[in-house]
C-alpha cells in the first residue's frame, strides 16, 4: 500500500482480555518495527523484524507480549491478559532494513483496557 | 536503553518566527539521526536526517544542525507556520554488531505551539 497500516484504529478491552494488533508495512519494506507511546510521552521500542525473524525481542515488556510476522509482511501484536498499565497507542513502522535507515510510521492503534 | 532527551518540553512561537528545538544524546557512537513530527492523533512523519559526518543540512524551512562535541542536536524552523503545531521527536541510531540494524531511541518530544 502507500503508507503502513494499522488496524484496528481504535481498540477498548476489558482487562485481561486478549487483543491483536495488526500492522501492514510498506510494501518493499525488509524491517517492521513495534513501539509503544504513552500519553505525552516517547516511543518506546518493543520488538523488530527483519524479514519473518525477530533479532531483537528485547523491548517487549513482560511474556504477555508477543509478535509474529509472516510472509515478511503482515505482522500481528498480541498482548494476552490485558491490563490497564497496557493502555497506550501502538505504533508500527516499517524501513527498507538498509543503512541508511528511515523508518515510516501508522496511525497507530489505541489501547483502551479498562 | 540510551539516553536522548529534550531541553525544552513546551515550546511557544508566534507565527512568522523561527523556531529552534534542542535535543540532547548520551551515546558519542551514534552515527545517524532523525527529527520527526507527530500531529495529534498520527504516528510520526520523517522530517530531516543527518549523518555524523555532517554538522548541517537543510531542507525545506528546516535545519539540523548536529554537534557531536557537546552530542547535541537541533532543529531549526524557519517562518514557523500554524500546521507546524505539533510533538517534535529526534532520534539516534548506532550501527551495533551483531545485529547491526537500525534501532532507534526516541527522545521524550517537544510539544511546538505556534499563535496566530
Known amino acids: 500500500g502507500a503508507g503502513v497500516s494499522q488496524s484496528p484504529s481504535n481498540k477498548v478491552t476489558e482487562k485481561g482480555k486478549d487483543v491483536e494488533l495488526r500492522c501492514d508495512p510498506i510494501?518493499?519494506?525488509?524491517?517492521l518495527y513495534w513501539y509503544r507511546q504513552s500519553l505525552g510521552q516517547g516511543l518506546e521500542f518493543l520488538i523488530y523484524?527483519?524479514?519473518?525473524?525477530?533479532?531483537?525481542k528485547s523491548g517487549l515488556p513482560s511474556d504477555r507480549f508477543s509478535a509474529e510476522r509472516t510472509g515478511g509482511s503482515v505482522s500481528t501484536l498480541t498482548i494476552q491478559r490485558t491490563q490497564q498499565e497496557d493502555s497506550a497507542v501502538y505504533l508500527c513502522?516499517?524501513?527498507?532494513?538498509?543503512?541508511?535507515?528511515?523508518?515510516?510510521f501508522g496511525a497507530g492503534t489505541r489501547l483502551s483496557v479498562l | 536503553g540510551e539516553n536522548v532527551g529534550l531541553h525544552l518540553p513546551t515550546l511557544s512561537v508566534q507565527e512568522g518566527d523561527n523556531s529552534i528545538i534542542n535535543c540532547a544524546y548520551s551515546?558519542?557512537?551514534?552515527?545517524?539521526f532523525i527529527w520527526y513530527k507527530q500531529e495529534s492523533g498520527k504516528g510520526p512523519q520523517f522530517i530531516i536526517d543527518?549523518?555524523?559526518?555532517?554538522d548541517k543540512r537543510q531542507g525545506q524551512r528546516v535545519t539540523v544542525l548536529l554537534n557531536k562535541t557537546v552530542k547535541h542536536l537541533s532543529l531549526q524552523i524557519a517562518a514557523t507556520q500554524p500546521g507546524d503545531s505539533a510533538v517534535y521527536f529526534c532520534?539516534?541510531?548506532?550501527?551495533?554488531?551483531?545485529?547491526?540494524?537500525?534501532?532507534?531511541?526516541f527522545g521524550s518530544g517537544t510539544k511546538l505551539n505556534v499563535k496566530p
Open positions: 513502522a516499517s524501513s527498507l532494513g538498509q543503512e541508511k535507515n528511515i523508518q515510516y
Open positions: 510494501s518493499g519494506h525488509t524491517a
Open positions: 523484524f527483519q524479514g519473518n525473524s525477530a533479532p531483537d
Open positions: 551515546n558519542s557512537a551514534s552515527d545517524y
Open positions: 543527518i549523518r555524523s559526518n555532517m
Open positions: 532520534a539516534e541510531n548506532t550501527h551495533r554488531p551483531p545485529n547491526n540494524f537500525n534501532k532507534f531511541y
